[in-house]
């Protein structure tokens, strides 16, 4: 009570590892809530796929229908002659092309709607995009928006979630064809950039371009430009999500011409 010092007592605890042990907890849970997202966002995604997929497919069902009643026709006016064979090898050729097509769409939406878990492998990044291209390619003719492809020549090994990087580049190609309400161009090309090791892919439109005020908050979530119902303003943060779990960097810019252009980079293994 004098104020001297007599004895300190001190109770100490190395947190260390719990603090780890938190962390690594927190990360897995954010992770998983993102793969929650992305999975949901697919579902709006195949949504909008299905929609013009219907269309992509009736139409080799009505020239299916048609050429099956030309043979018939034929085949009612009696034996079929050396001309009439011909023709029918002409059209079962032309139905057999016409229903692997719808097998490739139907196949492709039953891929992308598969629910699979969450797990890194070697991809070719040109396969994962050969999967887009197929989903989206109808969508674009629907939308009068010429699609032109420039793959990488070999291989472009890198690490990744297949149903992520889908669903990464599936949003990207939408809202690059959403920009183009009246038609237009949209690029999807892969290079090597050989002096630093990445995968870089461009995704190109002519549209509207993105207003510079905006430009800062593209990636945030919840913003969108977008009237009401018409978005949920979720698809680029989510794409910025995934592409920074792979380790990748994306970056977006106005064209000079017309239009704007997202690049998206990731390291090869």
């Not at 007599?6 to 954010?30: C, F, P, Q």
């Not at 139409?59 to 048609?66: A, F, S, Y």
């Not at 492809?149 to 992520?164: E, S, T």
């Not at 119902?229 to 794409?239: A, F, H, K």
């Amino acid at each position: 009570q004098d104020g001297e010092i007599i004895r300190i007592i001190e109770i100490w605890r190395d947190i260390t590892g719990e603090i780890s042990l938190r962390w690594e907890k927190r990360v897995a849970e954010l992770k998983a809530n993102l793969n929650i997202i992305v999975q949901e966002d697919r579902m709006i995604t195949l949504g909008k796929l299905s929609a013009s997929c219907v269309h992509e497919i009736n139409n080799p069902i009505q020239g299916l229908l048609t050429f099956t009643h030309l043979m018939q026709h034929i085949l009612d006016e009696g034996i079929p002659g050396p001309e009439d064979l011909k023709k029918f090898r002409e059209h079962l050729a032309l139905m057999s092309h016409e229903l692997e097509r719808c097998g490739r769409i139907v196949s492709g939406l039953l891929s992308f709607s598969r629910s699979a878990p969450c797990g890194y492998t070697d991809l070719d990044l040109n396969d994962v995009l050969k999967e887009i291209i197929i989903l989206v390619r109808h969508k674009a003719e629907l939308q009068n928006i010429s699609f032109n492809v420039d793959l990488w020549a070999r291989p472009l090994i890198i690490k990744g979630d297949m149903n992520q990087l889908q669903q990464c580049f599936l949003n990207l190609t939408f809202n690059a064809m959403e920009a183009m309400p009246q038609g237009g161009q949209l690029d999807l090309i892969v290079e090597l950039n050989r002096e630093h090791n990445k995968a870089c892919v461009k995704v190109r439109d002519t549209g509207t371009g993105i207003n510079p005020d905006n430009m800062p908050y593209i990636f945030d979530p919840f913003f969108t430009t977008k009237g009401e119902g018409e978005g949920t303003g979720l698809g680029l943060s989510i794409v910025y999500g995934i592409i920074k779990n792979h380790g990748g960097h994306i970056s977006v810019k106005n064209r000079a011409e017309k239009g704007c252009s997202f690049i998206v980079t990731f390291p090869v293994t």
